[in-house]
C-alpha cells in the first residue's frame, strides 16, 4: 500500500532531474568559451605514428609570447603556413582556440614569412 505513493514521489523526483539536467543543455546557444579576435603567427607541428604510418598536422598560434593550440577544420588550415600572421576570430577555451565557422575567421594578413 505504501509502495504505491513511494514509487510516484520516486518518478516525479527522477521526472524533475531529468528535466533540470536537459534544460540547460536545450537552451544553450552558444559555444564555450570566451568570444576573442587575436592576431599572431602560425606554427605548425607535425606528430608521426610510426606504428600506424600516419602523421597528423597541429596547428598553434603564437602571439606576443602566449601559445594557443588551434582547432582548425581542413578548410581553415588549407594554404596556412609556418610563420604566416593572421588574424583568427573565434571563442578561447583554455588555452584552445577555435575559429567561429564563417569563413572570414581565419584571415591571413600582409607580412613577411619566416
Known amino acids: 500500500m505504501w509502495r504505491v505513493p513511494i514509487l510516484v514521489s520516486v518518478a516525479a523526483i527522477v521526472v524533475a532531474a531529468a528535466a533540470g539536467v ?4 536545450a ?3 552558444t559555444l564555450p568559451g570566451s568570444p576573442v579576435v587575436i592576431e599572431g603567427k602560425i606554427v605548425v607541428a607535425v606528430e608521426d605514428d610510426f606504428q ?3 602523421a597528423t598536422r597541429r596547428y598553434f598560434l603564437n602571439q606576443s609570447g ?3 593550440d588551434l582547432r582548425l577544420t581542413s578548410r581553415e588550415s588549407a594554404g596556412l603556413q609556418p610563420g604566416m600572421t593572421v588574424r583568427i576570430t573565434g571563442r578561447l577555451v583554455g588555452h584552445i582556440l577555435i575559429p567561429d565557422s564563417s569563413d572570414e575567421s581565419v584571415a591571413v594578413l600582409p607580412g613577411p614569412t619566416r
Open 22 to 25: 536537459a534544460s540547460p543543455q
Open 27 to 29: 537552451s544553450q546557444t
Open 52 to 54: 600506424t604510418g600516419r
Open 66 to 68: 602566449r601559445q594557443y
